[in-house]
C-alpha cells in the first residue's frame, strides 16, 4: 500500500499490516513462543535448513538429527510420507518437515507457461489454475511451491520471461495476487492449498545483457515503479514466503541485501513470513565478492533477512559458531526460525502434514483438470495477423497440409520448469488438428529439425505444402530455449526453420504459421509474408486441442501480448512505457532517438492481439474533468460488437502525466476488461483512478500525486485507443 505524500494514519498503517498477514494469529504466535523455548540452538538452526532431497546423502539421518526443516524436490507420496514420519516421531523436536517443489505452471495437469497466462489478461483462469496445481500437488504430500515468479521482464533475451507475466508493473501486479490466491486460497490452512513464494527479490528480471543470473542496476526510481510493484501485490495478497533472488542489486547481492529484504519487504510492507534463498545463492554470496567464506555469507544473509538456506549448508555449516563467536545473537537465530514456524502452524502443517493418495486419485489428471487446462491454453493464445480473413479454417473440403519441427512434438509444449508433467500426456498441433479433422487425409511433414543444419526434410515439406489448400506451419523453439538458464542472444527462429518457413510460403500457398515458444521472437520476414500467425506460447498438456480450437473457430482467440515483440535484438530491450526523451523518435531526421538502420516502433506492441471479429469504441467519458490530489475520476467507454461472430475484448486504460517533477512514461497501464459480446451487442465499460493508479515516486521516493494534466486512452492495445484529458488541481 503506498503512501499519499508523507501522511499515513494508523488505521492506514493497520490496514497495511492486516492485509500483509491474514493468516497468523494470536495462537498462532504463542504457540511459536513455546516451540521456540523448547529448542535448542542446533534444533533451531535445522529449522533454517532446506536441502535437496535427490542432492544429499542419507537425508532420513539428517531428519533424524533434526538437522533440516524442509526438503524441495521429493516427487513421491511414498518417501514424503516416510520423512514426515522421522520427523514427527523419531527427531528431537517433532517439528513437521515443509516438502517444496516448483509448481510454477501445473502439478501433472501442465497449464500454459505463465508468459501465456498472462496472455489471457484473465485473473480469474489464473487464480483457478493455480488452484487445480495446489489440489494436485498437495494429495502427493507437497506443501510449498517456488511460485509465482513475479519478476518484471523487459529483454526477452532472458529465458526466465518465460516465468512471468510480461514487462508491465499493472499486469504483473494483477497476476501475481491472482496466483498467490490461486496457491494459497483464502484460508492457508486448507489441506489442499499451496504455501506460495514470491521470487525472484529483486530486480532479477533486469539482468544486464538479458543474460541469467547477471549483475542489475538500477535507479530507486526504477525499482520501486517497475520492479517492487508485483511483489507488494503479492504480499498484498498473503503470500506466505519469499525467495531472495540470484543477481546483485546496485552492487549488494539481493540475498544479502538488507535494504530489499529488511527496510522495503519488512518494515514498509509489513511481511510476516520467511525468506529462502534460492538455490545456493547464500554460499555464492562469494563469488559475488562481498564474503570471504561460507561463515561471512551466513552472516550477511541472516543479517539481511534471508531465514531459510536453500541448497547452501551455510547455515547448517557457520551459523552455530558464528553464535559462539559473538557474530550474531541467538536472538537473530530466533527471530528467523519464528518466520518459519508461522508458516509452518499457519499452513495447518502441524495437523495434516501426510499426502492424501486417494485424493491423488481423484483429481490428477482429472477430467476436470484437463478441460481448464485446454480453456486456459485457448484463452492465452494470441492472433497476430490474419490477412483476407484465411483464419478460421474449415475442418472439411479442405487439404490441409501440417508441416514444422513443433508439429508432431509434444515435449516444447509443456514449457520450462513442467513439474511431473510428461510428454505422454501432451496433445499435439498435429494430433488436435487430425482430432478436429476426423476423416479427413491431414498431410505432415516436419522439414527441418529445431535447432540444426539439416535441410534434408525440407524438399518433401516443400512438396507436400505445394499439393495442399492451405499450410499449417509449426516453428519456434524447444522447451530447453527459454525458462532457466534459456538465455539467448539471438531472437529469430533457430536452426534452418526460417529457411523452411521461406520455402513453404514460396509457393504461393496460404501458409499460417504457428509458433510455440517461450519468448517474445524477432520475426520480420514472417510477420511481412506469412499470411496468418497465432503465437501459441507452451500451452501445456492440451497444446494440440487448443491451437485446433483457434484455427478451425470453435474459440474466438482473445489473448493480449503481455510483452513487446522487437523487430530485431538491436532494439531490445524495448517496452511501451518507456520515458518519451528530450528528442522523441522521429523517422524524418536523423537528430532523434532512433535507429539508422531499423525502425523505432515495434514488430508487435504491448497488448496487442486480434480477433475473428471486430470491436468499435465510443463515447469516451471521464467525470469529472477536474479533481483534488486524492480524488477519484471515473472513466467510461461503449464497446461494440460489430462483426458476425461472438467473441471477449481486453478493454485497456492506459494513462499519462505529461508534465511533472520527474519525467513520467509515455504510456501506463491502469486498468483492463475483459468483456464477451455477441454480434451487435455493445456494453458500457466503467474504470476508476484515484491516488493509487494517478501518483508516482518523487525524488525523496514519497508517493505523490501533483496537479497538472493528465491524460487517458482507452482502446485495444498500448498503441490505440480514444483519448481523453483530465486534471488534477490543488
Not at 499452513?347 to 481423484?362: I, N, T, V, Y
Not at 490477412?387 to 515435449?411: F, I, K, M, Q, Y
Not at 494513462?655 to 455493445?682: C, M, N, Q, W, Y
Request: hydrophobic content about 40%; aromatic content about 8%; charged content about 25%.
Amino acid at each position: 500500500m503506498r503512501k499519499l505524500g508523507l501522511f499515513v494514519t494508523g488505521a492506514v498503517i493497520w490496514g497495511m499490516l492486516v492485509a500483509a498477514r491474514p493468516w497468523t494469529s494470536p495462537e498462532i504466535e504463542a504457540k511459536i513462543d513455546q516451540i521456540v523455548a523448547g529448542l535448542p540452538l542446533e534444533q533451531k538452526i535445522g529449522q533454517l535448513v532446506q536441502v535437496s532431497w535427490r542432492n544429499v546423502e542419507d537425508p532420513e539421518t539428517l531428519v533424524r538429527e533434526g538437522k533440516v526443516g524442509s526438503f524441495l524436490n521429493v516427487l513421491d507420496a511414498k518417501t514424503a510420507r516416510a520423512l514426515q514420519e522421522i520427523a514427527l516421531h523419531e527427531s528431537p523436536s517433532h517439528i513437521p518437515l515443509i516438502f517444496g517443489l516448483d509448481v510454477i505452471h501445473g502439478y501433472r495437469t501442465i497449464f500454459p507457461i505463465p508468459l501465456a497466462g498472462a496472455a489471457s489478461w484473465d485473473p480469474e483462469l489464473i487464480r483457478r489454475n493455480c488452484r487445480i496445481a495446489a489440489e494436485e500437488a498437495t494429495a502427493e504430500g507437497v506443501h510449498w511451491t517456488f511460485a509465482p515468479m513475479v519478476d518484471i521482464a523487459r529483454d526477452p533475451r532472458w529465458g526466465r520471461i518465460a516465468e512471468g507475466a510480461g514487462e508491465d508493473p499493472f499486469l504483473g501486479s494483477v497476476m501475481a495476487r491472482a496466483r498467490v490466491k490461486g496457491f494459497q486460497g483464502d484460508h492457508l490452512g486448507d489441506a489442499n492449498r499451496l504455501v506460495a513464494c514470491a521470487k525472484h527479490f529483486v530486480g532479477y528480471g533486469a539482468a544486464i545483457g538479458g543474460r541469467d543470473y547477471n549483475t542489475t542496476d538500477m535507479s530507486d526510481w526504477t525499482l520501486r515503479t517497475i520492479y517492487l510493484p508485483p511483489f507488494e501485490a503479492a504480499v498484498e495478497a498473503g503470500v506466505a514466503t519469499v525467495m531472495s533472488a540470484f543477481n546483485d542489486l546496485n552492487g549488494i547481492p539481493a540475498s544479502a541485501n538488507r535494504f530489499t529484504l529488511t527496510r522495503i519487504l519488512r518494515q514498509e510492507w509489513g511481511f510476516q513470513g520467511f525468506v529462502v534463498s534460492d538455490w545456493n545463492a547464500i554460499t555464492e554470496l562469494i563469488n559475488h565478492g562481498v564474503a570471504g567464506n561460507k561463515a561471512e555469507a551466513a552472516e550477511k544473509a541472516l543479517r539481511a533477512g534471508v531465514d531459510m538456506d536453500m541448497m547452501g549448508f551455510a547455515y547448517s555449516d557457520e551459523l552455530a559458531n558464528l553464535v559462539r563467536r559473538g557474530l550474531i545473537s541467538e536472538t537473530d537465530v530466533d527471530q528467523a526460525v519464528r518466520r518459519v514456524l508461522r508458516v509452518k502452524l499457519a499452513s495447518g502443517l502441524f495437523e495434516h502434514p501426510f499426502p492424501d493418495e486417494d485424493r491423488a486419485k481423484r483429481v490428477i489428471l482429472s477430467p476436470e483438470h484437463l478441460e481448464a487446462a485446454r480453456q486456459a491454453a485457448r484463452e492465452g493464445i494470441v492472433l497476430l495477423k490474419n490477412e483476407g480473413n484465411l483464419l478460421p479454417l474449415s475442418t472439411t473440403g479442405l487439404r490441409l497440409a501440417v508441416v514444422g519441427p513443433l508439429a508432431d512434438d509434444r515435449d516444447a509444449p509443456l514449457g520450462s520448469w513442467a513439474c511431473l508433467g510428461r510428454p505422454a500426456d501432451v496433445i499435439s498441433v498435429l494430433a488436435g488438428i487430425r482430432e478436429a479433422m476426423p476423416g479427413s487425409d491431414v498431410a505432415f511433414a516436419k522439414g527441418c529439425a529445431i535447432d540444426s543444419d539439416d535441410t534434408s526434410g525440407v524438399a518433401e515439406a516443400v512438396k507436400l505444402a505445394a499439393q495442399s489448400d492451405v499450410v499449417v506451419l509449426v516453428v519456434g523453439e524447444s522447451r530447453r530455449m527459454s525458462g532457466e538458464g534459456g538465455s539467448r542472444a539471438f531472437l529469430g527462429l533457430p536452426g534452418r526453420q526460417l529457411d523452411l518457413v521461406k520455402r513453404v510460403v514460396a509457393t504461393g500457398k496460404p501458409t499460417v504459421v504457428v509458433l510455440i515458444n517461450g519468448r517474445p521472437l524477432a520475426i520480420p520476414w514472417i510477420a511481412e509474408h506469412a499470411t496468418a500467425i497465432l503465437e501459441t506460447w507452451q500451452l501445456g498438456v492440451q497444446h494440440g486441442r487448443a491451437v485446433a480450437d483457434v484455427l478451425f473457430g470453435m474459440y474466438n482467440p482473445s489473448g493480449k501480448l503481455p510483452a513487446t515483440f522487437p523487430r530485431c535484438v538491436g532494439q531490445v530491450p524495448i517496452f511501451y512505457n518507456h520515458k518519451n526523451t528530450g528528442r522523441p523518435p522521429r523517422e524524418d531526421t536523423r537528430w532523434t532517438s532512433r535507429y539508422v538502420d531499423a525502425p523505432s516502433t515495434p514488430q508487435f506492441p504491448f497488448g496487442f492481439g486480434l480477433s475473428y471479429t471486430k470491436y468499435e469504441y465510443r463515447d469516451l467519458k471521464i467525470e469529472p474533468t477536474q479533481i483534488g490530489p486524492a480524488g477519484k475520476v471515473h472513466v467510461s467507454v461503449t464497446v461494440e460488437n460489430v462483426g458476425r461472430r461472438a467473441g471477449e475484448e481486453i478493454v485497456q486504460l492506459y494513462i499519462r502525466d505529461p508534465v511533472a517533477s520527474v519525467t513520467r512514461p509515455v504510456r501506463e497501464l491502469k486498468g483492463f476488461r475483459r468483456v464477451h459480446l455477441d454480434p451487435g451487442e455493445s456494453k458500457r465499460l466503467s474504470f476508476e483512478l484515484g491516488p493509487e493508479e494517478l501518483g508516482f515516486y518523487n525524488v525523496r521516493s514519497e508517493w505523490v500525486v501533483e496537479p497538472g494534466k493528465f491524460e487517458v486512452w482507452v482502446g485495444p492495445s498500448s498503441a490505440e485507443g480514444l483519448h481523453g484529458e483530465f486534471f488534477v488541481v490543488d
